[in-house]
């Protein structure tokens, strides 16, 4: 198991605040924190962000718009 990077834990920590990681990538986002205090400040900023938004409404989103903007993101992200 290789180690994340900070780049790859800032790809992941969406799916890690919101515990849809896989137990092999939560070990590795971990045990980076473990040893990065610049990504423990950057998690702690994040869940700060989070709680403060959690207060926002969502806006309603259409079906379609949705689906056309996941389909985006997943393209752009294979890309990479």
Known sequence: MTELTCKELTE?????LEGRLPEPDRLRFEQHLAI???CVTYVEQMRATRKALG???QPKIPGSMESELLATFRRWKESR
Do not use: R
């Open 12 to 16: 992941l920590i969406t799916d890690y």
């Open 36 to 38: 990065c205090d610049a």
């Open 55 to 57: 207060a926002v409404p």
